[in-house]
């Protein structure tokens, strides 16, 4: 069993920028490939990136493209999601996911455990 644990979410001006990480404990979860989604209110949730257990397989939404990087240190069990020019449109609670396969995937049924979420907000 994988826990997840997000932080570095909060509140930001557009323009900006966050971090986001997530730890992971129990299980191999350097095997396992991991992704990012966000939810805002009232909508449903909708992918963000993905990164393969190796680093070398990596996608991303298209509304977050060239804008935000996913990363991963296996050593720590860690991975990020560094947001850069932030919008208000960006604002959700993102949630980090892994999935036993070491491919990444786009699509949230694909992955077999979530963290908690961490919000962030993007101000005008």
């Known amino acids: 069993q994988v826990q997840l644990v997000e932080s570095g979410g909060g509140s930001v001006q557009a323009g900006g920028s966050l971090r986001l990480s997530c730890e992971a404990s129990?299980?191999?979860?350097?095997?396992?490939?991991m992704g990012w989604f966000r939810q805002a209110p009232g909508k449903e949730r909708t992918f963000v990136a993905t990164?393969?257990?190796?680093?070398?397989?990596?996608a991303y939404g298209d509304s977050v493209k060239g804008r935000f990087t996913i990363s991963r240190d296996n050593a720590k069990n860690t991975v990020y999601l560094q947001m850069n020019s932030l919008k208000p449109e960006d604002t959700a609670v993102y949630y980090c996911?892994?999935?036993?396969?070491?491919?990444?995937?786009?699509?949230?049924?694909?992955?077999?455990?979530w963290g908690q979420g961490t919000q962030v907000t993007v101000s005008e």
């Open positions: 129990g299980g191999t979860s350097s095997s396992y490939g």
């Open positions: 996911a892994a999935r036993r396969s070491g491919v990444g995937n786009i699509m949230s049924t694909s992955y077999d455990y």
């Open positions: 990164i393969s257990r190796s680093g070398d397989g990596i």
